[in-house]
C-alpha cells in the first residue's frame, strides 16, 4: 500500500471559558471566529480549525484533570484508504463513519496503538478551514 500524507488543519482543545479563550485567539493569534460547535466555537487562521470546547477543562477519557488538546484531525481525500493506512500503523477505531448527509463535517475517530492520544480522519473537512494551501 503507498503510504499517502495527510493535511494537519483541525485541532480541539478543552477550556474551561469559551468566551475568555476565544478572546486570546483573536488577540493573541489573530484568528477569528469560523462558526459554532456543538460545545463551544471554532477558530481559525485561514489554514488551521481550532475547536474550543467547553469541556471543563478535563480531556475526555482521560484520567488527568489538565488542559490542553483533546484531539486532532486530518484531512484526506479517501476516507476508506486513510483508514486502511492508519489501521495498518496499529490505530484503533473508536467512533464514526460518515453519514450519508450533504455538506456534513463529520469525522471517524481512532486512537494511536497505546491509546495516547484520539485523532478525527475526514474527507469533509471542517469549518474554516481549507484543505490545500496555496502559498
Avoid: C
Avoid at 47 to 60: E, Q, S, Y
Avoid at 99 to 123: M, Q
Amino acid at each position: 500500500m503507498d503510504k499517502k500524507p495527510m493535511k494537519l488543519r483541525h485541532i480541539a482543545m478543552s477550556v474551561t471559558d469559551v468566551p475568555s479563550a476565544q478572546k486570546f485567539f483573536e488577540e493573541a493569534f489573530g484568528m477569528t471566529k469560523a462558526g459554532d460547535a456543538q460545545n463551544g466555537i471554532y477558530m481559525t487562521d485561514g489554514v488551521i480549525n481550532v475547536a474550543l470546547l467547553t469541556k471543563g477543562g478535563k480531556v475526555p477519557g482521560v484520567n488527568h484533570p489538565y488542559y490542553g488538546v483533546m484531539h486532532f484531525g486530518m484531512w484526506v481525500d479517501d476516507l476508506a484508504q486513510a483508514e486502511a493506512q492508519v489501521q495498518a500503523a496499529g490505530a484503533t477505531h473508536v467512533q464514526g463513519r460518515p453519514p450519508n448527509t450533504p455538506n456534513s463535517f463529520y469525522e471517524v475517530k481512532y486512537t494511536d496503538p497505546k491509546g495516547n492520544f484520539l485523532f478525527d480522519i475526514t474527507a469533509s473537512g471542517w469549518r474554516g478551514a481549507v484543505k490545500e494551501v496555496k502559498p
